[in-house]
């Protein structure tokens, strides 16, 4: 049984498009939160953690791009 991604190439660039453009403005907004003193170090966190979910989606999507390789 094989899965499928649903959607087109097409749709998967443009996907990853708006997630790389989000994980770069989410470090403009995390740089720009921690050149303020104080700053708030639970939304620093959860921004980190926002992009990590977007590095991980970045890759499954590239993923599907890239042809199964049998080494």
Not at 10 to 37: A, C, F, G
Not at 43 to 58: A, G, H, T, V
């Amino acid at each position: 049984m094989t899965t499928e991604n649903p959607l087109s190439k097409k749709e998967i660039l443009q996907r990853l498009r708006e997630l790389k453009s989000e994980h770069r403005d989410l470090d403009d907004v995390i740089l720009q939160i921690t050149e303020q003193v104080p700053f708030d170090q639970i939304q620093i966190q959860r921004l980190k953690k926002r992009k990590l979910i977007l590095k991980d989606e970045i890759s499954r999507l590239e993923d599907t791009l890239l042809p199964d390789i049998i080494a």
